[in-house]
């Protein structure tokens, strides 16, 4: 059974007018997307600014209200479960934060906020509860004597490990990654992906990683959607979807990724030149691999049949 299965997901925001406030029109941020995760798998949420990443994530987590469709945590429909039976599998789910400065509360000390989590669902001894933040500190790599400073007295990088250290407070079992490395400096942004790679097998963890960097996650991750305007426009393995992508939109997030090696730079430059010239002036209009043209409104029905 499938760890996580996002069935024809749907998040509209009321857009309200004139004097009454009434409901004029929607925001379409999630349109009807649909995937799964297998225990232990890594898969990759892609798409430029706006695309409805992080409102799925919140959705997945309930932090958002789903408008259509389904999430299945283990076969349970999360949506449609009482608060008490939701609080079970709402500790299983965790969600680690773009930015670490504004995520962590400041005036808390490491230990309250690793604790923070644990407290809320699982009473404990102070001694027990000081044992299991020590151990996770350790775990993710910071001093012992950490656990008495503030978030201002860290890196970024030591910021996001201690954000790491609370979302595994509780053992979860998912873990939404929202732009996870994105506030941080280049050379640290590999560290933190690498330790989370490292600690996934360890703690049994399947991770959702949010990115607009294609690039930044495409080693991480087992599969891959691509998103555009609250849907799908393609989906499947990362070596497929990178190496092979089917999609213009791909091919143009793929060619906006930074080229190390300088011949390669230059033939990354011709690229991004031709499917420049190729776009209109919106994405709405696509090619499918056999070169013919098909509107956005009909990506998820060419998607839903070509990855059957
Ligand atoms: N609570 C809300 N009320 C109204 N509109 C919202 C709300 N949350 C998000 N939106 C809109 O939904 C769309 C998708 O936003 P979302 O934050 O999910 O995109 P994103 O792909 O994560 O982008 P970014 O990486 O910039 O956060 C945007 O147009 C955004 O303005």
């Known amino acids: 059974m499938s760890l996580l ?3 024809d997901m749907k998040i509209h925001f009321p857009i309200r007018g004139g004097f009454f406030r009434t409901v004029v029109d929607h925001i379409k941020a999630v349109d009807g997307i649909s995937f799964e995760l297998e225990p ?3 898969y990759g949420l892609v798409g430029e600014s706006g695309c409805g990443k992080t409102t799925t994530g919140r959705g997945i987590i309930g932090l958002n209200t789903i408008t259509g469709g389904e999430v299945l945590f283990e076969g349970t429909d999360l949506a449609k479960q009482s608060r008490s039976e939701r609080r079970k599998h709402v500790k299983d789910i965790q969600m680690i934060f773009q930015d670490p400065y504004s995520s ?8 309250n906020i690793i604790a923070e989590p644990l407290r809320n669902f699982e009473r ?3 001694g027990e509860e000081l044992k299991r933040v020590q151990a996770l500190v350790d775990r993710v790599g910071l001093n012992p004597e950490s656990i008495y400073k503030y978030p ?4 970024g990088g030591q910021r996001q490990r201690i954000g790491i250290a609370r979302a595994l407070m509780l053992n979860p079992k998912l873990i939404i990654a929202d732009e996870p490395v994105s506030a941080l400096d280049v050379s640290v942004q590999a560290q933190v ?4 790679q490292e600690i996934q097998k360890e703690f049994n963890l399947t991770y959702l990683f949010i990115s607009h960097d294609l690039g930044v996650i495409k080693h991480l991750c087992d599969r891959i959607g691509i998103m555009y305007k609250g849907r799908f426009v393609e989906e499947g393995t990362a070596a497929d979807v990178y190496n092979n992508p089917q999609h213009l939109y791909t091919k143009r997030l793929i060619a906006a990724i930074p080229e190390m090696n300088p011949e390669k730079r230059f033939e990354k430059m011709h690229l991004r030149q031709a499917i420049n010239e190729e776009y209109r002036t919106d994405y709405d209009s696509y090619f499918d691999k056999d070169g013919r043209m098909f509107d956005l409104k009909s990506v998820s029905e060419t998607h839903s049949v070509a990855v059957q």
């Open 152 to 155: 201002h007295q860290f890196s």
């Open 40 to 42: 232990g798998e890594t």
């Open 5 to 7: 299965k996002v069935n």
């Open 104 to 111: 962590l509360n400041s005036r808390k000390n490491v230990l």
């Open 193 to 196: 992906l690498n330790f989370m």
């Open 124 to 126: 404990m001894s102070p």
